[in-house]
């Protein structure tokens, strides 16, 4: 758990300018800067970043956030792995749990620096080697693609890293998954002879390799092993040199190979990854969605290939949110992705990839063929075997149509279906109720909160209404500046600290008008006042309009003493100023 005073640190030493304007070259726009949107296609500028406040909002999709927003939807990193690299960034040490704290073992930047010196060495003696250059050429390889991902050799021989580094013995060698000790004590080279892949995190670092061998040796594929850097069940090949082509298509393929991934960028489709030697997680999910809507499975057409799209699917119900969709795509028997794109063309298995199978239907199609749809037995299997597959799924709309669809095939009606299957509605929270007139009083304080925090100090809690999603958010936003204490924390910092909750669209909704139309600093107080008057008024009325409702029914002796005098005082208020 990251201590909320060390976020608060981290964005107030990261300027979110700096840090967009390396990734998107921002321009001027008055007090703020603005850009084409990184995050959806658009021809005029919509993106815009609030040096006074350090948050970005795009006008066009909604995009909104911080710095360590930013790097989560542009980089497809997770939250801790944000707030890793931008306190790197700025020199800051990230604390950790005293029970997860690694005492013994090298720092992982160590490592990260001994596998950029191994990848450049693989990459310098690629130029050497006649035979690995045959190879990649005779594979359609490139100089410039090879480049691209960083393609190396591993020359023969058994400890030829020992000319990369001064010390072949040091153990975060053997750490790093580069160096194996045998049994007898005897150091020697993990990669041999082999086409050597760098896989690097989204960072860009190398953090493990994949090694093909030449020729007809086994394995053909050998990967690196678990490393303190390296966890292949969370990373997937090629996502650094993807990440414009994921940007621009909306779609990210997976293939089962490192030469499929290179193949098809050599023939300009580069919105391609892999996964490692394992089967596609929900992790891999997770990480692919944040960056793209749509997620597309190529596989084999062999029986392998549809063994791999199956647990892929298995593993992706869970991880698919609402409106994302993740398809199949399946190779003639005899092809996979390299030789297909050499031998069909581009344009043929990008045809291929928009016209992939819905995971519904592929959902439905794998499942009826092990059943005999033509007996009632065969119909009730298929509602058994899709039993355990519609409860892990998260997605109400899409697990409705499923049902809708099995119910059509087994016979069964709708409700029995979901009887059968057991499944109970997906909880999603209601919306709150608006009413009409609260956003006119309460968006502009809101709005005044988020420009000045320190005002919450002076807000009257209680006459806020009860039944207003906006009166909740400013309840919220209160209780959050006053939780802080001093320093009172900016609006990026507070944001952070409300990710995730029900306040936080329409946090960004105000946020966003802040940015096009600040209060004058001057003014802020005043205004303020005035909302808080407006606010007390507004409640005044409505508890009145209570209590005459209350009398209407009852008459005066059905109110409380408490009642009494407030109705007293409040029809004595209305007669001076009526």
């Known amino acids: 758990m990251i201590p909320e005073s060390f976020i608060q640190e981290l964005l107030h030493r990261v300027d979110v300018v700096d840090l967009i304007d390396g990734y998107v070259p921002l ?15 658009e021809k005029s500028p919509s993106f815009t970043v609030s040096p006074t406040k350090q948050f970005y909002h795009c ?12 790097l ?67 594979r359609g390889v490139s100089g410039e693609i090879a480049q691209k991902f960083g393609i190396g050799y591993a020359p023969e021989g058994w400890q030829n890293l020992g000319t990369a580094f001064e010390d072949y013995t040091i153990n975060e060698l053997q750490i790093a998954g580069l160096v194996i000790k045998n049994e007898q004590g005897r150091l020697y080279d993990r990669f041999r002879d082999r086409i050597m892949f760098p896989i690097m995190n989204q960072k860009g670092e190398v ?27 969370r990373e997937v090949f090629g996502l650094p040199q993807a990440r414009g082509a994921l940007r621009d298509k909306d779609t990210a393929i997976v293939v089962e190979g490192y030469m499929d991934v290179v193949a098809l960028a050599q023939h300009g489709i580069g919105n391609a990854v892999a996964t490692l030697g394992t089967a596609t997680t929900a992790t891999h999910v997770q990480k692919l969605l944040r960056q793209v809507d ?17 647990r892929a699917l298995e593993n992706s ?11 199949f795509v399946f190779l003639p028997e005899a092809d996979d992705p390299d030789s297909f794109v050499r031998s069909q063309g581009t344009e043929a298995f990008e045809r291929m990839v928009v016209q992939a199978t819905p995971l519904s239907e592929f959902l439905l199609r794998e499942l009826a063929s092990h059943c005999d749809m033509t007996s009632a037995e065969g119909r009730a299997k298929l509602v058994a075997e899709a039993k355990p597959l519609l409860g892990r799924l998260q ?11 099995l119910a059509e095939a087994s016979g069964f009606s709708q409700p029995e279906v979901e009887r059968l299957c057991d499944l109970r509605p997906i909880a999603r929270p209601a919306p709150a109720r608006v009413p009409r007139q609260a956003p006119s009083l309460l968006r502009p304080l809101l709005r005044l909160l988020l420009q000045k925090p320190e005002l919450a100090n002076g807000l009257p809690v209680d006459a806020l209404p009860t039944n207003s999603a906006e009166a909740r958010a400013v309840r919220s936003l209160c209780e959050t500046i006053m939780a802080a204490g001093d320093p009172t924390p900016p609006y990026a910092a507070l944001l952070e600290r409300l990710r995730g909750s029900e306040d936080e669209n329409i946090l960004r909704e105000a946020a966003a008008e802040l940015m096009q139309q600040p209060f004058a600093e001057e003014d802020i107080d005043a205004e303020f006042d005035g909302a808080i008057k407006r606010l007390v008024e507004g409640e005044n009325k409505r508890a009145f309009a209570q209590l005459q409702e209350k009398v209407s ?4 002796a059905g109110l409380s003493g408490e009642e009494k005098l407030h109705y007293l005082q409040a029809l004595s208020t209305r007669g001076r100023t009526g």
């Open 27 to 41: 321009k001027k726009a008055g007090a703020n800067f603005a850009a084409c949107c990184p995050f959806h296609n």
């Open 317 to 327: 119900l869970e991880a698919l949110p609402e409106q994302k969709s993740i398809g």
């Open 207 to 233: 953090i493990a390799f994949g090694g093909r061998v030449l020729g007809a040796g086994e394995p053909k594929y050998l990967n690196s092993p678990e490393t303190p850097l390296f966890e292949k069940g």
């Open 395 to 405: 997605t109400p709309l899409l697990r409705l149509q499923l049902v809708k669809r």
């Open 553 to 556: 029914k009852l008459g005066v």
């Open 59 to 70: 006008f066009g999709c909604g995009a909104h956030g911080t710095a360590i927003g930013f």
């Open 72 to 138: 989560m939807e542009y980089s497809g990193l997770g939250f801790i792995d944000a707030i890793k690299e931008l306190s790197n960034r700025v020199g800051l040490q990230v604390p950790e749990d005293e029970g997860r704290r690694p005492h013994d073992g090298p720092k992982i930047t160590a490592l990260t620096e001994i596998m950029a010196r191994a990848a450049k060495y693989y990459y310098e003696q690629l130029k050497r080697s006649e035979k690995a250059i045959d190879y990649l050429k005779a």
């Open 294 to 310: 749509h997620i597309v499975y190529c596989f084999d057409g062999d029986s392998a290939g549809r063994k791999a799209a199956w």
